[in-house]
Nanobody
Framework: QVQLVESGGGLVQAGGSLRLSCAVSGTVFRIDAMGWYRQAPGKERELVALMTPGGSTNYGNSVKGRFTISRDNAKNTLSLQMNNLTPEDTAVYYC???????????????WGPGTQVTVSS
């Protein structure tokens, strides 16, 4: 069973920084894209940042220039460096991995339980 565990969330003042981490455990044959999504109260879940195995990235418009995604393919870990945080960044942040358990399994999306990020003004 594939499990994702996020860490690094918390409370920070506006203008501050946080670093989120996500570790993938369990039997996973191959991992494709890895990314971060967030969901604020009363809003839909939205893409924060995504990275392919080759290093291509895609960022949500509201975080471009402030957040940086990185991954370690050998360790199956994902990170998100968040700088210059604003109260609008307050949300639950979820790690997402697209992977397959074996050569014969199909691609599946796996989600972590989420970590709360709260930015005070």
């Amino acid at each position: 069973q594939v499990q994702l565990v996020e860490s690094g969330g918390g409370l920070v003042q506006a203008g501050g920084s946080l670093r989120l981490s996500c570790a993938v455990s369990g039997t996973v044959f191959r991992i494709d894209a890895m990314g971060w999504y967030r969901q604020a109260p009363g809003k839909e879940r939205e893409l924060v940042a995504l990275m392919t195995p080759g290093g291509s990235t895609n960022y949500g418009n509201s975080v471009k220039g402030r957040f940086t995604i990185s991954r370690d393919n050998a360790k199956n870990t994902l990170s998100l460096q968040m700088n210059n945080l604003t109260p609008e960044d307050t949300a639950v942040y979820y790690c997402n991995v697209r992977g397959k358990k074996s050569l014969v399994h199909g691609w599946e999306d796996y989600w972590g339980p989420g970590t709360q990020v709260t930015v005070s003004s």
